[in-house]
């Protein structure tokens, strides 16, 4: 039997989350009600992110996220940007979208730049999960011109692994803007990051 993730908020376990996100605000508006009363999920997250997208995120058990995805692409149409599913999410994506991490060593530091936030969360998670790190912060297209990045920390081998899976997973949707590892970074550099 295969161990499944479940990703716990507030009351309620998740063993899949999935994202749209759309160019329109009203659309998005429009398209989260339609998700939400096509399936049984949760509202994780509805809201507008900068240049003016907006991003809706669900969750619940896999055939449930699949169905709200489904018609939110479906109903999204020529103003869906991008979209994810992701049956077993790691569970230190949520609380890296959520603010930064704490993290006492200082470490080496990965970064991966993408042109959308779906496809920065599905980056985080193929991360975490193909090497020993920590995910130190994800921030959402604020005052970024709608793009996202993820910044990790762990020894120098387990942070170029995980950022070059990371990048290869948003290269393959043709949203990786660029990524980066940091060896050994200077104590204001860390300082910055953890600020």
């Known amino acids: 039997m295969v161990s499944q993730s479940r990703i716990i908020t507030g009351v309620k376990t998740y063993n899949a989350i999935g994202m749209v996100e759309l ?30 997208k907006y991003v809706v995120m669900v969750g619940g058990d896999v055939a449930a996220v699949t169905q709200a995805i489904n018609t939110g692409e479906q109903q999204g149409g020529t103003l869906l940007v991008d979209s994810f599913l992701l049956a077993n999410v790691h569970p230190d994506v949520l609380p890296a979208i959520s603010g930064v991490t704490d ?17 920065c969360i ?15 912060r994800l921030h959402m297209a604020y005052g970024i011109g709608g ?10 081998a387990d942070v ?3 950022t070059q899976a990371a990048s290869e997973s948003a290269g393959e ?4 803007v ?7 970074p200077h104590p204001e550099f860390w300082q910055q990051l953890m600020s």
């Open 23 to 52: 160019s329109s605000i009203a659309k998005g508006m429009q398209v989260t009600d339609f998700m939400l009363k096509s399936a049984n999920v949760g509202l994780l997250m509805a809201k507008i992110v900068c240049p003016g």
């Open 103 to 119: 993290m006492p060593d200082k470490q080496a530091v990965g970064v991966v730049e993408t042109f959308s936030v779906a496809a």
């Open 122 to 136: 599905e980056a985080a998670d193929c991360a975490v999960k193909t090497a020993s790190v920590t995910l130190i």
């Open 147 to 156: 793009k996202c990045y993820v910044v990790m920390s762990g020894d120098v």
């Open 160 to 162: 170029t692994t995980a």
């Open 173 to 176: 949707k043709g949203a990786l």
């Open 178 to 184: 660029y990524s980066m590892v940091v060896p050994n």
